[in-house]
């Protein structure tokens, strides 16, 4: 027989509602926010797009590049004068640069086939243990006491390298022996990296030139830079010449304005420099660029700048030109007519450098053979671009790395392993947004399981309070 | 074991979605229709959870752990899932307790509501399978106008994970309570 009871209300099933909107309404917040102890800095938009052409004649290969950038940023590594000292701003750091003294860049790297990986995942495979600028970097001390990296090539970090060139993809410091990577890159095994900065090489209309092997090595020669400090005297060791430039220094007023004027004077080469003068009157924010430009010899110099890249209009436009052979193959990538070449650009842009740019997805460039980007082949001296381009969505890499892609930790491993490109998994904004959960994995992985555990919690207890509302009675009856 | 997940998953997706429909056809509307549904609801629920288990337990063995917890696509796919097999539960056990007077009075809109979040947790759950395969839906478009870009981590702060359990301990506490009085 039914009885009468009096139960607890049929409404406090609104409690879960309550619970999972909460949840909804407010996922996703809590957890990501700019660590630059662990360098951490994500960009305020995550993807951008990018205007990309090539051409060609029977001698030189042409890229014009064309992306958005708010404003230019022409000043890198520069000597402020401060309370009697020269103070260094500009260098790399995670995210913007405070003061906007950082370059802009584009980068490419190029490969010919002989890095079959990079033309399906593109830059990831560069991407080692313990890079640069991740938040697990390796310590200057271990890579500076690495027989390789630090005692042969003498470096203190770990850049980009090509999977190959270690022997267990997990330790950055199980580089192969010398015989083998010279073997390596004779057999093709490196990319080739076209390299241009706004402040370090575009004032005297040059590219840096660079190739990816077991590092991220410069072409034999000189650099379009080298570096204007004398470290025993704590000085710079040139200024402006006075006699060509009408002045010693720049102003720091001027460096952080946000405004440039191309044609005028906002570097320092080797023709408007003199040795620096330590017993002139420097004044408070007197300012002079770290970084002297010179005209770049031997391979490291085969690329330059074509006609002149400028920023106008809220817009990049650069436009690069390079031999097709240069008679470096130890260096470059050589093109010829009826090759097909895999391509990865990256911009940097906003003042950010290191890890802190845009990259883009592996697309192919043919020349007089079907691509995705088409060179065009032309007659004379200069090509006539079309209002025609192959447009790109660059991405915001975050902290992915090659080992973590083909770990048990990436759903995608066995794909990896079978050659499913990258492309065919995954879009530029899922993998810019899985690259800034990168960032904070264990975070993020913690607080997921909270609150999947939290919303079952809310259920158990709904349920509870409802059972005696759904008693076998009707609603009602009487006893 | 990925084909037997896709082949599993019909079964809880189908008697969810069937489930859903049974009891808003048995709250709303009048006639033979609807005394079907409210009829046979119960057996569509069990045989939807016994559905649901074998396809957890086969997702769950696709990928490594490790994976699953590193993926924020997959986590989502897990919390939706297992928040859908939650949602079933409790209308399992309360159109069980309940019997033929699951839908009388107020009754009704517990269920209704109960199903109605269980239909977006399960629609979602499905599509983000969907995407896991490289098969993304329109659906997730919806998705993102409610707010979520599914190619992020659900997860929430922890004030409101705080509000959860509050919530769930607090009504679980009146709902005990509520038993003990009445017997």
Redesign the interface.
Known sequence: MARH????S???????????G??????????IENDPERNISIPDELTMPLQVQAAYNDEQIYFRYRWPAEQAHVYHDMLRYTDGKWVRHGNSRPGPDPDGTYEDRVAMLVDDGGVPDFGRYGGYITVGDQMRFFSDSASPTDVSAHPHLGQQLGQSDVRKYLPATRTDQSDWRSVADADVLAAQREAGYFLDLWHWRAGRSNPIGASDDQWVGEYRNSDAGSGPYTTNWDAEAEQPLWMLDPEETGKRALRWEDVTSGKVDFDGLYYLSEDNRTDFDPDHDWQEGDVIPRRLLRAPEGSRGSIAVHGQARWEDGYWDVTLVRDLDTGSPLDDKIFTEQGIYDIGIAVYRNATGSRWHYVSHPYTLGLGRDAELQAVAFEGDAPEWPDDWFEMTLFYPGQVDWP?LI?????G?EDIAEGTPVR??HSE??LA??GV??EF?DA??T??L???I???????????????????????DRS | MTGMHHMLVHFPLGFWALATLMILVGALLPGRMAELSRAALLPVLVLSLLGALAAIVTGFLI??L???????L??NH??MA??SL??F??LT???W??????F????R??LV??AL?GGLFFAAAGTLGGH?V?APTLFSDVLGL????V????????W??????I??????????M??R??G
Request: no cysteine; hydrophobic share 55%.
């Open positions: 009871y009096k139960g607890a049929p409404w406090l099933v609104l409690g879960l509602p309550v619970a999972l909460l949840a909804w309404i407010t996922q996703g917040t809590g957890v973590l770990s048990h930790a990436h759903a491993a065919a998994r904004k899922q947004l899985y959960e990168m994995n993020i992985t607080r997921w909270m609150t999947l939290a919303g079952l919690i809310a259920m158990l207890g709904v349920t509870l309070a409802l059972l005696t509302t759904f008693r076998p009675t009707r609603l009602g | 990928w490594p490790e994976a699953n917890l590193a993926s924020p997959a986590r897990i919390l297992l928040w939650g949602i539960a409790m056990v309360l159109v307790r309940a019997g033929s007077a699951a009388d009075g107020a009754r809109w517990v509501i109960l979040i896991l490289g409610m707010g979520w870009e190619y992020t981590t659900f997860y929430s702060p922890l409101v994970i705080a509000m959860m359990v919530i769930g301990i607090a009504l679980g506490a009146l709902g005990i509520s038993q009085r009445t």
